[in-house]
């Protein structure tokens, strides 16, 4: 049987607007429907009624590609641990259910339109990181270059940060440091990221506040909503590697 929502949705015509939340009904929705396809119905009924689609950030639609991004009842990404909002099912809602949907909440990130947000600040910060100098070349066989099992882990935990920007919008600084410590730590735990680990880490982070993202207070909220589920420890990590970088 479909579900009938309540949704009410943050729409700004453009950077300049000031914005103002509208409600919306949307009937006969599937259970097995995506967060994403939801709001595709929404969508063709609005342009059919001659009214403006709601404008939101998408692509992979498959939790890889981390441009899907809206906070979902007060939460990022949705309730659901561990899960993108293209990844978060309409059967995880209640029948007669009001949502609420509105873009990250970020000074760094300004709303363009409804519920999407230029995130461009996190390229300049991966930016700033530059290249590692090391000659990848092929494929190296498997035991060539030796890593700890623990490094290697942590390493590729840290890689698996999609960059969706989950951890500023529940930050309560708006601090990017969870992104920008999965970021550094992926290489500076490996062989391969150690020529430029002190520059990387220093370069990386002060471009961070440089953007005007808060600090991090270890609060907690980001890795809490992160849907990859990336530790606080690598904002240790990070601390760590920029302390020694500094002196």
């Known amino acids: 049987m479909g579900m009938n929502l309540t949704l009410k949705v943050w729409r700004q015509k453009g950077p300049e607007d000031k914005g103002r ?17 939801m709001l595709d119905v929404l969508n063709e009924r609005l342009i059919l009624e001659g009214d403006d689609p709601v404008a939101f950030d998408h692509d992979c639609r498959e939790g890889i590609c981390g441009m899907c991004g809206m906070v979902i009842n ?4 949705g309730e659901q641990v561990a899960t993108t909002t293209c990844q978060l ?5 209640e029948d007669n259910a009001v949502i609420t949907v509105e873009p990250w909440r970020a000074a760094p990130f300004p709303v363009v339109k409804d519920l999407v947000v230029d995130r461009s600040a996190f390229d300049r910060i991966i930016q700033a990181g530059g290249f590692i100098s090391v000659p990848a070349g092929s494929a190296p066989d498997a035991h060539s270059v030796p890593v700890k099992k623990v490094d290697a882990d942590a390493a590729f935990d840290a890689a698996t ?5 989950a951890c500023v919008a529940a930050c309560p600084n708006g601090s990017a440091s969870l992104f920008t410590a999965a970021k ?5 735990l490996l062989p391969q990221g150690q020529p430029e680990r002190d520059s990387r880490a220093k370069a990386m982070v002060e ?3 440089a953007e005007g993202f808060g600090g991090c207070t270890n609060t907690g909220e980001c890795t809490a909503v992160c849907p990859k589920g990336i530790p606080l ?7 760590r590697d920029y302390l020694k970088a500094s002196k």
């Not at 940060?161 to 920007?165: A, L, P, Q, V």
């Open 74 to 77: 007060g939460v990022a990404h």
């Open 207 to 209: 471009q961070m506040d």
């Open 233 to 239: 420890d690598t904002i240790a990590q990070m601390n």
């Open 89 to 93: 099912h309409m059967r995880h809602f």
């Open 21 to 37: 939340m509208v409600t919306y009904r949307v009937e006969d929705v599937s259970p097995d429907m995506s967060f994403l396809e």
């Open 184 to 188: 550094i730590t992926h290489l500076s």
């Open 161 to 165: 940060c999609i960059g969706c920007g």
